[in-house]
């Protein structure tokens, strides 16, 4: 679908971007945290199994966890250092994970060590061992096993590789940067990609707020490579995968189905990025580009910060305002609240952004009843009809909402509960809806 | 014989006299069967049907009954004989589609005793309808009846998830939108004259 | 339950605690249709009141004659011909009136009270029983049809049975008499039954905690 | 429930057939006699009503009759007295004053109304050409509104008097009637309106109209029928 | 650390919102009806002074007073009955006695709002319940209307304003017939620049089609109204009646003159677009609008009465549910191939 010339998909909403402040600002390193907590499981499926023990030293890159079985990944030590403990550990839902207490050595240096090298000439299931050793998992938010993602069946195929450099959410710029300053390593990961995929053609999508990087790209592409840039038009959720399919290729992923349905595959620009650097030189995750933002830090900036880094200490370096009471990892849109600053950042955190009082938006607004104004129904990018689900929510009709409202296919992207007048918590009411919907049919089968 | 022109018979039977909301025939049903849309526009379905049918059993009763001078007959044959008409077309519907019968049956006994059906047959007799005229309405009376229904029904089904005050719910609250519903209608007074 | 009461509980229930309108929610049309005014009202539930009456003394007395599967039947048969004995009885005695209830007296026959109460009760007590239950039903249905014509007569006309009791310059509230008025009157009947019936069931709940805390 | 319990369950006897005639005949038997005789003896009572209602009526619009006889009419043969088999035929009453004159017909008409149909008797005078009154047997207006048709003074002067005299060739009225605004009444044909209530009043004159056209021709080509040289 | 012993406020996502509240959206709503007002209070004097604010006051009042009697706190801060009382006073005739203003406001919040548990769960739309009953209770006085603009209309009222309770008002020789009343009933058509300034007769609010346009344009600009129910009204309005115009002018009114007369705009722009009664798809906005502009032509051309739109809306209302469910939008990816489960 296109509107005044650029692409994009039907509904959706316009946040303020907030991306200003630290779109210009280049990534810098950030330093070791005195003890670094690496959850085993950072990603969707099974938890990694840890292969270290307490008291042994390990180096920078080592291998720490296995994979437990194909829907799981490999960890990596983020620094050399001393293996504390293998204890659990908070984890941003609130629940205690197992996880690997790493204390670096004093100058840690941030060297790393390269492994086996898995060249571009390796066959498609030496590729996709390879992205499941280095631990890769999608850095577009999901964090969900890339090498499950590529694993295409017999029978299926996949025509269009579509690389997400959208970053629809407000405040967070990492892959804005990651796009500027890594497009060596994006190209070469999609090499990769589209080897394993069997795809024809590349389509790198970034939105019209980002004109740099698309011009950096564009400037930057191959010209051996069948593919292009496309500029989308700014509007939230255009990052999801599914309207960047409806955006780029007029196709829609099949309820409840998925992107192979519709011969197409969807990576984050990130994500390309790390398997561009880490493949050639057989490494492992070690670290990602995090945007740490929101009114309340002092020291705005996109930061390369290894994996396991408390909260705490994040913050801390950066420095927050005293009044600081939310912090999310993820932006406002979709970021999870941490429930402290006790949790570690993971592969799959994006941004941190910090709010005080007096600059949080959602202020104590008293929630009115519906009044049926239909913003949300204009919203929801998926077409669903949030203000009916939001009042079957209210009653606990929750089969009805799935059997008749199609609940199960809202992706949860906020967009409705961010236009409702009434500030009725719409998203809030459907996650608990989808849990309850799971759980009884966890029990009837 | 009447001169009303049939344009005139229908829109007076389905809107401005609407049997429901104007007649008050059929209330039972009305305020019974309208909390499903579903139910509702089956139960107008089926009404429609049962009173084209005893529409005709009562223009020929009528005539029989003048014929051999028995008027006192009236009341009883109509309901004896719209009755058992009913019965037997709901036999027949039966045997020839199941599926029809499915979605019309259960409702056609429960019709048969509701004065909607009846008042159609004395309203027709009264006004003295020729044959085609009590079709037609027949056929009003039914269309109102199915509109009145199926918008009580839409009503109510979106009245259930409001927080409607404990005193309202339940019949005090169908009969206010029914009165609504009826101020309504009242915009259409006039029409087809 | 039914056995244990006497004749006059079965008379009691139907005029308050049963009362086919206000609580059973039966024979709606002809009580919205009729009940523009108390003179109306009045007639047309005493009407319904004689065949309820009439027709439940039949039925029980014939109880163990009818076989179970022509029973609707044969009660359709005697309402229908109670009712066709109060439709001519009317007209002979006034025109008028014949003319304002119009078919409603011949759809007393439809009303689900009257075979209700023939199939639910009559056809299973006995005949001092069902006589007391169709009077205390009958009486019941002409007291709820009465509360409702006097609220549309008197705001509607400003008179009760047609007894001016206003002064001239009263402004008729001319919806009452209209259908609407109909169906509001009686969902303002039921909110108050609501109220009040809450209203009891509150005292009644805390007195109850009260009892209960008096014990402790 | 097993097999075995349905065995030994005890079967209600079948019920004779016999018994449900008995019983069906027997309540019918007795319905048929109650309402014939309830008929019976109603009958003269609501007859007389209703002749006394219509009998009321006819005087209220025709005021100077004393005695009605009614005709039956066919399209063919004119006006006939009425006599038992002429059932289905129009009717219309024809007034006689003492001195057994006719003085005029009384007709029934009725139309469309604001909500339903109007059904209304009006007196027309041969002596005038014009109706003389007329009286509303049946109408569902609005009270207070559109009931104002039968009693607002100033509409039912209009018809003391209301022009219906017919063209020189005696093939149809020489002036339809027409309704005008209320107060704005200038030919004796038209009817004044009732502000307020425009629906009800035009439907009262258009339905005279209508009804008007047909008649006062016919009736006026076939006088002599009602005066007895037939 | 700054936050040392602080605990962070968890919350779920979205964390931000998008500044749209019910209450501003309302106070929006009164203040561009104010002009509307103001013009209507310029137009018929004290007469429409006395008749809007005791329509506010009486629909304030109830709604204050019905929830406090439901031991709920008062929810008369969102506006919204602010908008309903002066909607449903812009609808009546200037010259209506006040008893009756004030019996119909407690209708409009009671029966139309409060006894559907208040705002959102109303079905109808308040104010035009209001209106619809007491026009159906005192038919006469609803229908008696005064000219706008009469000298001494700021000194003295119309007598029949101070009628007392309960008692019939009288009439001074003064009233008038509207547009409408004058083309139904005598085909008269009205001058276009009359209509669209307002020297005509009519109800307190009917009379400004340019200030009640304004207004509209003003919540349409800041999205707190549906543009697309006022504009399906007016295309089919305009379209319908059109065609009957060209079919006999001297039957049918003119478009333009259809469009400008009556409760129209105000029944368009700020009436049917009650988000509450109104369909909240796209396709049901238009549908409704369609509906609403048919059954007005209908009951304005052929009915019994010389204006329909308040019926025509209050039929929408009713009709809503189903277009909802009629114009439910297919879900994304439910146009292709079933998913594999
Ligand atoms: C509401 C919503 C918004 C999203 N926005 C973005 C986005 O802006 N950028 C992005 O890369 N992924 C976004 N995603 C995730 C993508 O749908 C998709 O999972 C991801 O691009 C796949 O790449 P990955 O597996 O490499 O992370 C979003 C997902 C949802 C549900
Ligand atoms: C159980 C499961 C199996 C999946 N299998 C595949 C797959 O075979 N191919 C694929 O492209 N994506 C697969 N996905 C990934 C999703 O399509 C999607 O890319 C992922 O959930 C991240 O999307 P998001 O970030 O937009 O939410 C799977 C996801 C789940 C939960
Ligand atoms: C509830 C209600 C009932 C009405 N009943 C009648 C009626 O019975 N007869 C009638 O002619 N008009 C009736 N009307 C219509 C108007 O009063 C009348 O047509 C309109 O005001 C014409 O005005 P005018 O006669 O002053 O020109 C009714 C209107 C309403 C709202
Ligand atoms: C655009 C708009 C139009 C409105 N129109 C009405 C109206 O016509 N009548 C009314 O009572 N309230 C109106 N309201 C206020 C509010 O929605 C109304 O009181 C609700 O119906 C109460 O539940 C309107 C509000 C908005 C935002
Ligand atoms: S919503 Fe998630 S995936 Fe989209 S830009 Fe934000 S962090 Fe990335
Ligand atoms: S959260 Fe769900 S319902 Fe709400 S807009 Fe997004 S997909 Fe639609
Ligand atoms: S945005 Fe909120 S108030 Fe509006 S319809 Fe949706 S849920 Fe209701
Ligand atoms: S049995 Fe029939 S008449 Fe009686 S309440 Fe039910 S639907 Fe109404
Ligand atoms: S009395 Fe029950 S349907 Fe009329």
């Known amino acids: 679908m296109r509107l005044l010339g650029l692409k994009t998909f039907r509904h959706g909403v316009h946040p303020p971007e907030s991306k200003d402040e630290t779109s210009g600002l280049s990534i810098r390193q950030f330093p070791f945290a005195p003890l670094l907590i690496v959850p085993l499981v950072q990603h969707m499926g099974a938890p990694s199994i840890p292969v270290v023990e307490e008291g042994q030293e390990v180096e920078r890159g080592q291998r720490i966890g296995r994979p437990d079985g194909f829907m799981s990944v490999s960890m990596h030590a983020p620094a050399s250092g001393l293996v504390r403990r293998v204890a659990l550990a908070p984890s941003i839902s609130g629940r205690m994970v197992p996880a690997v207490y790493l204390e670096p050595f004093p100058g840690s240096t941030q060297e790393i060590e390269d492994g086996t090298p898995c060249p571009l000439e390796a066959t498609k299931d030496e590729i996709i061992a390879a992205i499941q050793d280095a631990g890769v998992v999608g850095l577009g938010g999901a964090a969900f096993p890339t090498h499950v993602k590529l694993k295409i069946p017999d029978g299926k195929f996949v025509d269009t590789l579509i690389i997400n450099g959208v970053e629809c959410e407000p405040f967070l710029t990492t892959d804005h940067r990651v796009m500027l300053e890594e497009s060596r390593d994006i190209f070469t990961g999609i090499r990769y990609l589209l080897k394993v995929t069997g795809a024809e053609r590349v389509i790198v999508a970034v939105e019209a707020n980002k004109p740099d990087a698309a011009e950096h790209l564009r400037e930057a592409f191959p010209s051996d490579l069948n593919g292009s840039v496309e500029v989308l038009q700014v509007k939230y959720p255009q990052g999801a995968e599914k309207m960047l399919f409806s955006a780029l290729l ?64 994040l913050l801390e370096h950066v420095g927050v305002a005293d009044d600081v009471n939310r912090v999310f990892l993820g932006g406002p849109m979709m970021g999870a609240a941490a429930p402290s600053l006790e949790i570690s950042i993971t592969k799959g955190t994006s941004g941190v952004t910090a709010f005080t009082d007096t600059a949080a938006e959602r202020t104590h607004s008293p929630v009115y009843p519906c009044i049926r104004c239909g913003y949300c129904v204009d919203a929801c990018p998926i077409f669903l009809d949030p203000s009916m689900l939001g009042r079957l929510a209210a009653s606990e009709q929750f089969s009805t909402m799935a059997d008749e409202h199609h609940l199960m296919d809202c992706f949860e992207c906020g967009s409705c509960s961010f236009v409702c007048p009434s500030h009725i918590p719409l998203v809030q009411r459907f996650r608990g809806a989808k849990a309850a919907v799971r759980k009884s049919k966890a029990g009837a089968a | 014989m009447v001169d009303d022109s049939l344009w005139t018979i229908f829109i007076n ?181 | 339950m039914a056995s244990s009461k006497s004749s006059t509980d079965e008379f009691i229930k139907g005029l308050w605690n049963e009362n086919p309108v206000f609580v059973q929610v039966l024979g709606m049309c002809p009580v919205l249709a009729v009940s523009n005014t108390a003179m109306n009202a009045l007639a047309m539930g005493l009407a319904t009141a004689f065949v309820l009456i009439m027709s439940n003394i039949v039925v029980s007395s014939l109880r163990s004659f009818i076989p179970k599967q022509v029973r609707i039947a044969t009660y359709f048969l005697i309402i229908a011909t109670f009712v066709t004995v109060v439709d001519y009885v009317i007209q002979a005695v006034s025109l008028d009136l014949y003319k304002a209830l119009g078919a409603f007296i011949s759809l007393i026959v439809v009303n689900c009270l ?82 009040l019936k809450q209203r009891r069931a509150k005292r009644e709940a805390t007195t109850a905690l009260g009892l209960r805390k008096e014990v402790a | 429930m097993s097999h075995s319990e349905l065995a030994t369950a005890p079967t209600p006897a079948p019920p004779s057939v016999w018994h449900m005639y008995r019983a069906m005949v027997g309540v019918g038997v007795f319905c048929g006699l109650l309402i014939v005789s309830v008929f019976q003896v109603t009958l003269p009572l609501i007859e007389r009503n209703k002749a006394e209602a219509l009998q009321k009526a006819i005087f209220q619009v025709l005021p100077n009759a004393s005695t009605s006889t009614t005709f039956s009419f066919d399209v063919d043969g004119g006006f006939k007295l009425l006599e038992g088999d002429d059932v289905g035929q129009p009717l219309v009453y024809a007034g006689y004053d003492d001195a057994e004159q006719l003085v005029g017909l009384a007709v029934e008409a009725q139309g469309m109304g604001y909500q339903d149909v109007i059904a209304l008797i009006y007196g027309y005078s041969f002596a005038e050409q014009a109706i003389i009154g007329i009286q509303v047997l049946e109408s569902k207006e609005t009270p207070g509104l559109g009931d104002k048709i039968e009693t607002d003074p100033d509409f039912l002067e209009n018809f003391q008097s209301l022009d219906v005299s017919v063209r020189g060739d005696g093939s149809a009225l020489a002036n339809s009637v027409v309704p005008v605004k209320h107060g704005e009444k200038t030919e004796p044909w038209e009817v004044d309106g009732i502000t307020g209530a425009t629906i009800s009043s035009v439907a009262i004159a258009n339905l005279l109209d209508r009804s008007a056209q047909y008649w006062v021709p016919r009736i006026r080509n076939n006088l002599r029928n009602f005066q007895g040289e037939d | 650390m700054a936050n040392g012993g602080k605990t962070l406020e968890i919350r779920t996502s979205p964390h931000i919102l998008s500044g749209y509240s019910v209450d501003t959206i309302m106070f929006n709503v009164v203040l561009a009806l104010l002009p509307v007002a103001g013009f209507a209070v310029f137009a018929f004097g004290l007469a429409g002074l006395l008749t809007l604010s005791m329509a506010v006051a009486s629909c304030v009042l109830t709604e204050h007073l019905i929830c406090r009697a439901a031991g709920k706190p008062s929810t008369v801060g969102d506006w919204s009955v602010t908008i309903t009382g002066l909607l449903y006073g812009l609808t009546l005739p200037p010259s209506l006695p006040l008893w009756m203003v004030a019996a119909g406001g407690v209708i409009c919040v009671a029966l139309g709002k409060a006894l559907f548990g208040g705002l959102g769960y109303n079905t109808f739309n308040p104010a035009l319940v209001g209106r619809a009953v007491l026009q159906a209770a005192f038919p006469v006085a609803m229908t008696s209307w005064i000219p706008g603009f009469a000298a001494g209309r700021f000194s003295s009222v119309p007598s029949s304003t101070l009628t007392l309770p309960f008692t019939s008002p009288e009439y001074d ?28 007769s009519g109800s307190a609010g009917e009379t400004s089609s340019v200030l009640i346009l304004v207004g509209g344009v003003y919540l349409i600009a800041r999205n707190m109204m549906s543009w697309r129910i006022p504009a399906s009204i007016f295309a089919t309005v305009f379209v319908f009646s059109g065609a009957l115009h060209l079919v006999d002018p001297t039957r049918y009114a003119s478009p333009i003159f259809m469009l400008f007369s009556g409760g129209l705009m105000l029944g368009a722009t700020f009436m049917a677009t009650d988000m509450v009664g109104s369909p909240m798809t796209s396709r049901g906005c238009y549908l409704y609008g369609a509906l609403i502009g048919v059954v007005t032509i209908v009951i304005r051309t052929w009915g019994g009465l010389p204006e329909g739109v308040m019926y025509a809306i209050l039929l929408g209302n009713a009709v809503t549910p189903h277009l909802d469910r009629w114009t439910r939008p297919t879900i994304y990816g439910a146009k292709g191939k079933e998913a594999p489960t």
């Open chain 1, 250 to 313: 007029g196709r829609e992923v099949p309820s409840r189905g998925l992107p192979l349905d519709i011969h197409a595959l969807c990576c984050n620009v990130a994500t390309a990025a790390q398997i561009g650097q880490l493949l050639p030189r057989g490494r492992g995750i070690q670290e990602r580009v995090i945007t740490v933002t929101g009114p309340a830090v002092k020291r705005k900036g996109n930061y390369r910060i290894p994996i396991g880094t408390p909260l705490r200490f």
């Open chain 5, 173 to 200: 020789a003064i009233t008038s017939a509207t547009p409408l009343a004058l083309w139904k009933f005598g085909r008269e058509a009205t001058a276009t620049s009359d209509l669209a300034m307002g020297f005509i």
């Open chain 2, 13 to 193: 039977a389905s809107l401005v006299n609407n049997f429901v909301l104007a007649y008050f025939l059929g209330i039972c049903p009305f305020l019974g069967v309208s909390a499903k849309l579903e139910t509702a526009s089956r139960m107008g379905g089926a009404v429609t049907f049962v009173m084209l049918v005893s529409s005709i059993c009562a223009f020929g009763i009528q005539t029989l009954l003048v014929a051999i001078d028995a008027p006192y007959l009236k009341l009883i044959a109509f309901i004896a004989v719209i009755a058992s008409t009913v019965q037997l077309v709901e036999m027949f519907i039966k045997k020839v589609s199941p599926a029809l019968f499915r979605s019309l049956g259960i409702f056609l006994p429960l019709i048969t005793t509701n004065c909607a059906i009846l008042g159609l047959a004395l309203f027709q007799t009264n006004k003295g309808y020729s044959f085609v005229q009590c079709i037609v309405y027949a056929l009003g009376a039914g269309a109102g009846f199915t509109l009145a229904l199926v918008l009580m029904a839409g009503l109510r089904e979106k009245l259930e998830l409001a927080e409607v005050p404990d005193v309202t719910r339940g019949t005090a609250m169908a009969l206010m939108i029914a009165g609504l519903l009826s101020v309504t209608f009242m915009g259409f007074g006039g029409l087809g004259g």
């Open chain 3, 114 to 195: 009257l075979l209700g109460r023939a199939e639910a009760f009559a056809s299973k007590n006995t005949i001092a029983r069902s006589t007391m239950d169709g009077l205390g039903m009958g009486i019941g249905f002409a007291f709820a049809l009465f509360c409702l014509g006097a609220v549309r007569e008197i705001l509607g006309n400003g008179s009760l049975f047609g007894a001016s009791l206003f002064h001239d310059s009263f402004e008729n509230w001319v919806v009452m008499i209209l259908p609407s008025g109909g169906f509001f009157t009686l969902a303002g009947w039921l909110l108050l039954f609501n109220w």
